[in-house]
């Protein structure tokens, strides 16, 4: 586009210009509307087609509209003046360019589809916030070697059960999003939203300030809407874990008492869409081969370990330990991969476990069978350290060795198929990257079953890794991650989809 | 080239390549295209570079990797005299001492319970010195045993005698409520301590309607579960259930209707060994305990066996919170209203 030189002085106010008051005459409103719908924001297949052939016929680069001393750009709909020659932002054209750009994408037929109803638009600051923002410099931005994010918790007398896994909630990638986004919105009349005070964490968590922060009012909601967990005496992570989620997942829905909400397959809530997967047990008739098939969610996986009072392996029953199908028992360290195997093998139910089958109609023995159905965004693996066993109550120490990164491929349902025919390593489809996960959080408890002590591992910034140990944050190497114990193992998913 | 006129079918691979690259670079063009609009007016509108962290907060937040330092340059252990104000009675509490008074103040201790039961049946005796002696909550708090009635180790009070907790009486259970107290602590009963022989008829039949009532073996502690279906609840799946035969049937739908909730932990359930999947519960045997410090629970817990699984932590030792509990703090002092400042429009 070319313009003539001029030595008009064009004046902004503030980014528009006053020569475009030639053009705001008579029905301007309603023609810039009819502009903007048949040539750049075009919600019907018929303007569409329009628009494109328009495309097609234009000379200058840009499709453009012209008036006396202006134009307007067909692609984006901005205005240019050629006398500030430049383009120009005036406010009540923008706001009706806002206004039809909107309807076309509400007419569009994804936006109906997808749910997303709003095109994303990034904040912008107003005259007044501009202002202020001016007027005061310093900026807490989050950048690569910034502790903005990281804070200390003080240990409230034996709370550390407590503390590990706010450090992990806390990192968790979308959580943090949503609570920063401000997304909740609180329906309960009482003070009591656990909820809101996860939302309250987390702006101590990102305010900046070093010392570390006191969770009482965290403790005091959770043992007051957790009653079970209720009481001053060392207590499991993992259950305190558990706990948490159900009283928040019960507060999303903004119920008062904390009476058991609607059904978790329903709910939509923040916690059950990063947390909540679903496991499926198929139970298989040994005499008719009919198969009854369960679903139920969950939110975390438990897994027995070597070293426990039951034996670990063999992997796959009916094998003798030795070689089968590749699971032999390794000369290396178990690992995750091995547990995982293990929780979704076909496992005989024996003959003093008999279920009855319809098919049947009598009592015959079967074989049930664990795998995934629908893998949570946020996967959590709880390995079972602690043996309550009639007879023995012991921790058990062994290493597994869990890894940065995670295929949960060969553990889905779909999966089953293969893995009856032997087939344990599959080809990765590198293209399928629904089930990839990497690690971001490290739970591990350090001491004996009577009195221990609980710390995370925590993932910021892509790559790198901080110790959380009460007050105490330390960065940490990916080394001292992956050989630690682990006591619960907090994976997010890769890629995350529109559903 | 009408539009309408072109078909694709008639092209040839160089053809379809040579159209694909063109689609193909037409948008990315008005991808940057829109990029530069972009650019151009936060700049003109002058919100482009105002994200710019300034030198000093980028100083002020870096993250410091020297030993004997945390992230943040501070020296660890230098955060014993955090303190607290308490949801529930309003004092100002020592923070590494906040979770075991919290436990006394919510009523919710083992022997919380028992506390109250003697209130409740010294409330008809006219004894002022032993319920005050009674409300003490630093007693110690020994275990209490099915049948017999130990009494408490009676220590030293530290207690201001006309400290405001003491007005408090945590009465019994059944919705009989302190008027300090939220409601909703009290959904469940008390949890221990309740000899059936003790209760009277009248009494035995509103807690077994609203509760489990089984007493452990192990514990002697009666369980108040309440009645109502609720999260912990376990679920058990039995297997075959399909009606008419079919032998293939999908009892929840994953989008259908589990009665299952997460929190039941179906993964633990299900996983194979059964004798570890049981929830594990709390085990206290009865012991005698000689509490040193005044400071309360913290130490006593090493004394005793324990089932599940325990963290506690660093922050157990209490000897320099002894004092915590016995100095009165005066309330803070209001902020003072804030002069007239650029800021004032925002609020």
Known sequence: INGKNSDVVCVMSPAGCSHVSGFKVDNWKQNLRLIYQCFVWSGSVETRKRKVTLNSMHQSPVPVLFFSHSAIDLLYGGIYCFVCQDYIYDKEMEQIAKEEQRKAWKLQEFSKTSGIGEKYSMWEPTKRELELLRHNPKRRKITANCTIGLRGLINLGNTCFMNCIVQALTHTPLLRDFFLSDRHKCEMQSNSCLVCEMSQLFQEFYSGHRSPHIPFRLLHLVWTHARHLAGYEQQDAHEFLIAALDVLHRHCKGDDNGKKANNPNHCSCIIDQIFTGGLQSDVTCQVCHGVSTTIDPFWDISLDLPGSSTPFWPLSPGSDGSVVNGDSHPSGATTLTDCLRRFTRPEHLGSSAKIKCSGCHSYQESTKQLTMKRLPIVACFHLKRFEHSAKLRRKITTYVSFPLELDMTPFMASSKESRMNGQYQQPVDSLNNDNKYSLFAVVNHQGTLESGHYTTFIRQHKDQWFKCDDAIITKASIKDVLDSEGYLLFYHKQFLEYE | ?347
């Open chain 2, 1 to 347: 080239m009408k539009m309408e006129d072109m078909s694709l079918s008639g092209l040839d691979n160089t053809k379809l390549e040579a159209l694909a690259h063109d689609v193909y670079s037409d948008l990315v063009e008005d991808a940057c295209l829109g990029l530069c609009f972009e650019v151009h007016r936060a700049v003109k509108q002058g919100y482009f570079f105002l994200d710019e962290t300034d030198q000093e907060s980028m100083k002020d937040f870096e993250i410091v990797d020297q030993p004997g330092v945390d992230i943040f340059g501070q020296v660890y252990n230098q955060w014993k005299n955090k303190e607290c104000v308490c949801p529930n009675c309003s004092r100002s509490i020592a923070a590494s001492r906040f979770a075991p008074h919290l436990e006394k103040c919510l009523g919710m201790g083992r022997n919380s319970s028992r506390i109250a039961n003697r209130r409740i049946a010294s409330s008809n005796n006219t004894s002022k010195s032993e319920s005050d002696q009674e409300d003490n909550d630093d007693i110690n708090d020994n275990d209490w045993s099915y049948g017999s009635e130990k009494k408490a180790k009676k220590r030293k009070s530290e207690k201001n005698p006309n400290s405001p907790r003491r007005s408090k009486s945590l009465k019994h259970k059944n919705g009989e409520l302190s008027s300090n107290i939220n409601p909703d602590l009290y959904k469940y009963n008390y949890s221990s301590g309740i000899s059936y022989e003790t209760l009277g008829p009248e009494e035995l039949r509103s807690i077994l309607t609203t509760q489990c009532g089984v007493i452990s073996e192990h514990t002697k502690k009666m369980c108040t579960r309440s009645m109502l279906p609720d999260s912990e609840t376990m679920l058990e799946n039995d297997g075959y259930d399909a009606p008419d035969g079919q032998l293939i049937m999908s009892r929840l739908q994953w989008d259908g209707s589990s009665d299952i909730s997460p929190s039941d932990s179906a993964s633990s359930k299900a996983s194979i060994n059964n004798s570890e999947s049981k929830r594990p519960k709390k085990k206290n045997k009865p012991s005698t305990l000689t509490l040193t410090t005044t400071g309360g629970g913290g130490e006593r817990d090493k004394g005793q066996e324990r089932e599940r699984v325990v963290g506690g932590g660093s922050g157990s030792s209490n000897a320099q919170n002894a004092l915590g509990l016995s100095i009165r703090k005066k309330r803070p002092k209001l902020p003072i209203p804030p002069a007239p400042s650029i800021y004032d429009d925002l609020n």
